[in-house]
């Protein structure tokens, strides 16, 4: 058993969503109940089984050993994504595309003045 934190209940639910995984798909998939994962991502399972751990590794590529230090990262890994899905809108749906970015673009600069 290995210990766990919150921080890397939230690395674990994060990635799993990014995934498209529901809890419930990948509590199946890890072979564990929806409640141990939800408790897992939620930082109230305070050990872990190394055989689920080493799922987990597989499963979304994480190091449970930096989670402390991955918010930069996970920040970095949003964007790659974001950026992913737009690219792949824009081959789709060029005006939907630049609806989308107008309109984050101006919800940055509207935060930026508040």
């Known amino acids: 058993m290995i210990g766990c934190d919150t921080m890397f209940g939230t690395m674990v639910r994060t990635y799993r969503a990014q995934k498209g995984y529901t809890l419930s798909e990948f509590a199946a998939k890890l072979g564990v109940s929806v409640g141990y994962l939800s ?3 939620n930082g109230k399972n305070v050990t872990i089984k ?7 590794q597989d499963e979304l590529h994480i190091d449970p050993f930096h989670s402390k230090q991955t918010e930069d990262s996970m920040f970095e890994r949003r964007i790659e994504r974001a950026s992913k899905l737009l690219r792949e809108c824009q081959q789709i749906n060029p005006s939907y595309t630049e609806h989308f970015l107008s309109q984050f673009e101006q919800s940055l600069d509207l935060l930026r003045e508040g």
């Open 50 to 56: 190394l055989s689920i751990l080493e799922k987990l």
């Open 39 to 41: 408790n897992l991502e």
